[in-house]
């Protein structure tokens, strides 16, 4: 397994995708993903460290792997 950061996150306009770039911890190799805009804005809610009205559903799986006290 490769440990990876997200390096950029990329909306592409008028189609409803965006990109991200995500980097090797040792700063190798880039792999670039498309995804859609939803997944992209919850991500960028996490890197910004925003508050939402309610939970989300990866804030779910983060509680559950915290609580089993699962780590990499």
């Known amino acids: 397994m490769v440990k990876t950061e997200i390096l950029r996150l990329v909306l592409v306009p008028n189609r409803n995708t965006a990109l991200a770039a995500l980097v090797d ?7 670039l993903l498309r995804i859609g ?3 992209a804005h919850a991500i960028a809610l996490g890197m910004n460290q925003m508050a939402t009205a309610r939970p989300m559903t990866h ?8 609580e089993f006290q699962v780590t990499d």
């Open 25 to 31: 911890t040792e700063q190798r190799r880039v792999l």
């Open 37 to 39: 805009a939803l997944e």
């Open 59 to 66: 804030d779910l799986m983060k509680n559950i792997l915290e």
